[in-house]
């Protein structure tokens, strides 16, 4: 194969990747290419070249596939936010649901005894959370709202966006003309987006604008009556840390919350706390973690990495004593909160701690637990794992662990079976992030 720079090749497209890339092997070496899908034909034009592989762009596609659509987004192939809005959305799952069997097997050699069925909900305007970057670029016209490109850091030009909630899309120009004419246009690099939503269904939108300079008066009166003109809440961060976020505009705003109905629970949260990104598919997902878990009354779980209390406060529902173990002490004290003001607080224990360097004597002291749920970041929970199987005949007889990443999810799934006599009994994903590659999972393991 010729590695002329910029010469067009042709291949046929065997699978996709765990991030939405065609693959095709080519002379021996292996192709991702963006923009393709399986049994296509295309012509493409390589932008990274490596030993052993080589990153590529569809130009043209020779033989399309049946599961190709047309993508809803005008953005999409510029914007890094969406992989596979060319793909038909149940090709989508059936790509990641082969994207967790595929890693579970290579990595860890397991196949799960059960497929779990999917958990899916709408593809469109379900992004609840989102961090929008800003960028003063005068000669596209002023400021720029949005997404980065992808594989770079410009900032798309876009006017409008396919999975953000509907308002949000549509005021995405309104907020490239107000940002435009604060006298810190130049000094506001970012904009993130936390959408709560009460019992009755009424939603929340806040936006934390971040600012490098202090507002001046004209700027206040602006944002003020933004906000009371599209009904939004504005938060200024004027640091780096997350501590400085405060509330803006209006001033007597409600705290942000979401709810879990069928658990009769309410859960607040500060804008820049972690939540899941689609409220639908996460009270589906606690709905299947509970019933995996089946937490009974009288029996001692922990839930572990708890953030704000997610699934900690349906177990506590079900009369079992939880302990929500978590790293960050202001999640702690917002799910201690959270389990008070939900009536839990007699059910419920919380301590802050590293998991990531946990060891089976720190997680021994914790006392022994009938079951666990476990619900890492991206890192997994490989030491937390370790020390589980450490613990012999007194582990968890049963461990329900919800990954947003499923090489990670393999890899402790490894330990788990093949180090600690765990069976692996079902796993299944959520289609947490219609239209891209991400694969949130859930997995259920047994002694």
Known sequence: MSVMKNAVHSATIESLDHEGQGVAHVEGKTLFIEGALPGEQVEYLSYRRKPSF?????TRILRAS??????????????????MQHLDERAQTAAKQRVLEDVLWHIARLRPEKVFPLIQGPAWGYRYRARLSVRLVQKKGGVLVGFHERRSSY???MDSCAILPPKISALLPHLRKLIGALSIADRLPQIELAVGENAAGKKQYALVLRILEA??????????AF???????????????VDSVTLFHPADAPPLVYTLPEFAVTHQFRPTDFTQVNHGINRVLVRRAMALLAPANGERIADMFCGLGNFTLPVARSGATVVGIEGSKALVERACHNAAANGLAAHTE????????ITAER????????KMLIDPPREGAVELVKAIVLQGDAAPSRIVYVSCNPATLARDAGILVHEGGYRLRGAGI???FPQTSHVESIAVFER
Request: contains cysteine; charged residues 25%.
């Open 363 to 370: 997680l021994a002291a914790l006392g022994r637990f009938d």
């Open 430 to 432: 959520a289609n947490m």
């Open 66 to 83: 049946c599961q190709r659509v047309a993508p809803r987004c005008r953005y999409f192939g510029v914007c890094g936010g969406c992989s």
């Open 350 to 357: 919380f301590a802050v701690a590293n998991l990531f360097e």
């Open 215 to 224: 507002l001046t008066m004209d700027d206040e009166i602006s944002l003020r």
């Open 227 to 241: 906000a009371d003109r599209h009904e939004i809440v504005f938060y200024l961060q004027p640091g780096g840390s």
């Open 155 to 157: 900032v798309v030009d």
């Open 54 to 58: 080589e990153k590529a762009t569809v």
